[in-house]
């Protein structure tokens, strides 16, 4: 570093999940180029129910240099494979959204096309069986495979994922603050943020402020004002309410979703306990109802007291305002139906790093940065929608409403071209990758009215042995594979865990 280089300023607003993330990827990767201070109390509490994620966290874990086995110990992390989906298209069915892919795809057309081809040819079996990822799920297996074939994620304790966090990020030289943020001064002549005043009378200045103080929003919003696209109208629900539990049963690999007459109900296996939660919309299900109908379902004895959370799906409209970049809560809500909310962070944090300012902050670079960071949410926002949407549930007022709700134009148009032809385009980098998007499609109750004809290409012994090689290939792959709960015991089991 050239001995003129002033290190940028940075002051990270908030701890928890969104807060440590930050600091420890920036701390990490710019290491002297910054000089970074992340200020939190201890008097607030966090969210801290982002206990289920999705696969691209292995990848943000391998930049910070993370020790697979050890972050699982710490955060007494389980393997995930997907979210079985319970009650969405009808009371009492059920469907899954695996991670990976499902059969083989050709370069023209994806796998659906071949299966479906292979339905009307009198090939009666489920889209299920060429998925290994979902198999295994079922099975209750898991191992890592030396191709790394099987796609997972995981389930994690989040409180102590922060605190994992934040170890790296003081190690990497990040230094923290304990205090409660009093006020945000505004520099008069620029409005960017100059200093943040604490409680205690410290007064914390900065070059960029990075806002992860939750719903609260005190820098993006308190003091920059920068507005709030409300969602509900498309995604109704507003509150959740969320309990610890103790394990009843050896922890599944993967996430459960039951749906109910006014929202759904999420249950997340960790090594030592259990992660409970109902979401509703409050328009039809009262709080106290709420509360009741989550403790009387509860599989295991509940160990913390239950947590309510209310919130309004939505974005800023701006997510960097001058100096400041909100990630996290404070940047806006999608409901945890598909396990996005620590993904959402990663992306910023990691487009953060991508644009860091050497200067001054080039409006240009927020400007990008707004518009990506926006598509991102609006591809998962329409994923969410889907859900709700293609639904034969007409059993309660909430579910009737779901299904004539209008939908965004870009939702309309992947259904109805699914629905149409059995293919899915995905624009740029999203999210969700094609399998994503025809398993919960299939599920949820869309059936293609036609698929591509090149299926038709295979003869009836050809497309015969093609599906049976696939099926046979995902069977002898699952029986090979160890117990999910005895695999994870051996490999990161944590401290005071015993193994199942």
């Given at each position: 570093?050239?001995?003129?280089?002033?290190?940028?300023?940075?002051?990270v607003?908030?701890?928890?999940?969104?807060?440590?993330?930050?600091?420890?990827?920036?701390?990490?990767?710019?290491?002297?180029?910054?000089?970074?201070?992340?200020?939190?109390?201890?008097?607030?509490?966090?969210?801290?129910?982002?206990?289920?994620?999705?696969?691209?966290?292995?990848?943000?874990?391998?930049?910070?240099?993370?020790?697979?086995?050890?972050?699982?110990?710490?955060?007494?992390?389980?393997?995930?494979?997907?979210?079985?989906?319970?009650?969405?298209?009808?009371?009492g069915?059920?469907?899954?959204?695996?991670?990976?892919?499902?059969?083989?795809?050709?370069?023209?057309?994806?796998?659906q096309h071949?299966?479906?081809?292979?339905?009307?040819?009198?090939?009666?079996?489920?889209?299920?069986?060429?998925?290994?990822?979902?198999?295994?799920?079922?099975?209750?297996?898991?191992?890592?495979?030396?191709?790394?074939?099987?796609?997972?994620?995981?389930?994690?304790?989040?409180?102590?994922?922060?605190?994992?966090?934040?170890?790296?990020?003081?190690?990497?030289?990040?230094?923290?603050?304990?205090?409660?943020?009093?006020?945000?001064?505004?520099?008069?002549?620029s409005g960017?943020?100059?200093?943040?005043?604490?409680?205690?009378?410290?007064?914390?200045?900065?070059?960029?402020?990075?806002?992860?103080?939750?719903?609260?929003?005190?820098?993006?919003?308190?003091?920059?004002?920068?507005?709030?696209?409300?969602?509900?109208?498309?995604?109704?629900?507003?509150?959740?309410?969320?309990?610890?539990?103790?394990?009843?049963?050896?922890?599944?690999?993967?996430?459960?979703?039951?749906?109910?007459?006014?929202?759904?109900?999420?249950?997340?296996?960790?090594?030592?306990?259990?992660?409970?939660?109902?979401?509703?919309?409050?328009?039809?299900?009262?709080?106290?109802?709420?509360h009741?109908?989550?403790?009387?379902?509860?599989?295991?004895?509940?160990?913390?007291?239950?947590?309510?959370?209310?919130?309004?799906?939505?974005?800023?409209?701006k997510?960097?305002?001058?100096?400041?970049?909100?990630?996290?809560?404070s940047?806006?809500?999608?409901?945890?139906?598909?396990?996005?909310?620590?993904?959402?962070?990663?992306?910023?944090?990691?487009?953060?790093?991508?644009?860091?300012p050497?200067?001054?902050?080039?409006?240009?670079?927020?400007a990008?940065?707004?518009?990506?960071?926006?598509?991102?949410?609006?591809?998962?926002?329409?994923?969410?929608?889907?859900?709700?949407?293609?639904?034969?549930?007409?059993?309660?007022?909430?579910?009737?409403?779901?299904?004539?709700?209008?939908?965004?134009?870009?939702?309309?148009?992947?259904?109805?071209?699914?629905?149409?032809?059995?293919?899915?385009?995905?624009?740029?980098?999203?999210?969700?990758?094609?399998?994503?998007?025809?398993?919960?499609?299939?599920?949820?109750?869309?059936?293609?009215?036609?698929?591509?004809?090149?299926?038709?290409?295979?003869?009836?012994?050809?497309?015969?042995?093609?599906?049976?090689?696939?099926?046979?290939?995902?069977?002898?792959?699952v029986?090979?594979?160890p117990?999910?709960?005895?695999?994870?015991?051996?490999?990161?089991?944590?401290?005071?865990?015993?193994?199942?």
């Open positions: 570093m050239s001995s003129d280089y002033k290190p940028r300023r940075i002051v607003a908030g701890g928890g999940t969104a807060g440590w993330m930050t600091a420890a990827a920036l701390a990490k990767t710019m290491g002297d180029a910054i000089d970074l201070t992340l200020v939190e109390s201890d008097a607030i509490g966090t969210v801290g129910v982002g206990e289920a994620t999705i696969p691209p966290l292995i990848n943000f874990n391998r930049l910070l240099g993370i020790n697979e086995a050890e972050f699982m110990r710490e955060t007494q992390a389980t393997f995930k494979l997907g979210i079985e989906f319970e009650n969405w298209k009808r009371d069915e059920k469907y899954f959204h695996s991670f990976g892919s499902t059969g083989r795809d050709h370069w023209s057309a994806g796998f071949f299966w479906g081809e292979g339905l009307l040819r009198g090939h009666d079996y489920s889209y299920d069986d060429y998925c290994l990822e979902l198999c295994a799920a079922y099975a209750g297996k898991f191992a890592h495979l030396p191709d790394n074939r099987l796609n997972y994620a995981y389930h994690l304790n989040a409180t102590a994922f922060a605190a994992f966090l934040r170890r790296i990020a003081e190690g990497a030289g990040a230094s923290r603050v304990e205090g409660k943020i009093a006020h945000v001064e505004l520099d008069g002549e960017n943020i100059a200093a943040i005043g604490l409680e205690n009378g410290q007064r914390l200045e900065g070059d960029i402020f990075v806002d992860c103080t939750g719903f609260r929003s005190l820098l993006i919003e308190g003091a920059l004002h920068v507005g709030y696209d409300d969602w509900s109208h498309h995604l109704p629900c507003d509150s959740a309410i969320a309990v610890q539990t103790e394990l009843s049963a050896s922890p599944v690999p993967y996430t459960r979703a039951i749906a109910h007459d006014a929202g759904w109900q999420w249950r997340i296996p960790l090594q030592h306990r259990g992660g409970n939660g109902i979401v509703y919309c409050s328009r039809y299900l009262s709080k106290d109802a709420a009741d109908r989550l403790m009387s379902t509860l599989e295991g004895k509940a160990i913390s007291e239950p947590r309510a959370i209310p919130f309004t799906t939505g974005a800023r409209r997510q960097w305002h001058r100096n400041c970049i909100a990630i996290g809560l940047s806006g809500f999608l409901e945890p139906l598909e396990s996005t909310s620590i993904h959402l962070i990663q992306r910023a944090v990691i487009r953060l790093l991508r644009m860091m050497a200067g001054e902050v080039s409006e240009r670079d927020s990008e940065f707004n518009d990506q960071q926006l598509t991102d949410m609006i591809q998962v926002r329409d994923f969410l929608i889907l859900h709700y949407k293609a639904t034969d549930r007409r059993d309660s007022a909430f579910w009737r409403q779901c299904a004539t709700m209008d939908i965004p134009d870009s939702l309309t148009q992947k259904m109805e071209l699914f629905r149409e032809t059995g293919r899915v385009f995905r624009k740029n980098d999203e999210l969700f990758v094609e399998n994503s998007w025809v398993q919960v499609m299939l599920g949820q109750g869309i059936l293609p009215q036609a698929f591509h004809p090149v299926a038709k290409k295979m003869s009836d012994e050809e497309l015969s042995k093609f599906l049976e090689m696939l099926r046979t290939n995902v069977a002898r792959t029986q090979g594979l117990a999910h709960h005895a695999y994870v015991a051996q490999f990161c089991g944590a401290k005071g865990v015993a193994a199942a």
